[in-house]
């Protein structure tokens, strides 16, 4: 399995929106959970939100009724839409997509600034 590929990422106003997206390779069904994780500066790298294959998500406490996850099987594609952005969400974005073989991929990550 190849990198997944991020996009999406940039500099945005407190309260603003964005949309991140992540393009995994493979086969729609060999593919298990994708998810997007974080990293700032100077902090581990913590769980966003993740999604199964049926569509059962997981949030994190500190982005739930800001954020929403969704995919595309067909595509492969996990969105990220974010929205009344903080600054405390400025990190370095990551995707994960979890295989049903055990492997996993991690993305190249993805810059999302808040600032005013």
């Known amino acids: 399995q190849v990198q997944p590929v991020e996009s999406g990422g940039g500099l945005v106003q407190p309260g603003g929106s964005l949309r991140l997206s992540c393009a995994a390779s493979?086969?729609?069904?060999?593919?298990?959970?994708m998810g997007w994780y974080r990293q700032a500066p100077g902090k581990q790298r913590e769980l966003v939100a993740s999604?199964?294959?049926?569509?059962?998500?997981n949030y994190a406490d500190s982005v739930k009724g800001r954020v929403t996850i969704s995919r595309d099987n067909a595509k492969n594609t996990v969105y990220l839409q974010m929205s009344s952005l903080k600054f405390e969400d400025t990190a370095v974005y990551y995707c994960?997509?979890?295989?049903?073989?055990?492997?996993?991929?991690w993305g190249q990550g993805t810059q999302v600034t808040v600032s005013s």
């Open positions: 493979g086969s729609g069904f060999s593919i298990r959970v």
């Open positions: 999604i199964t294959r049926g569509g059962i998500t």
């Open positions: 994960n997509v979890q295989y049903r073989s055990g492997d996993f991929r």
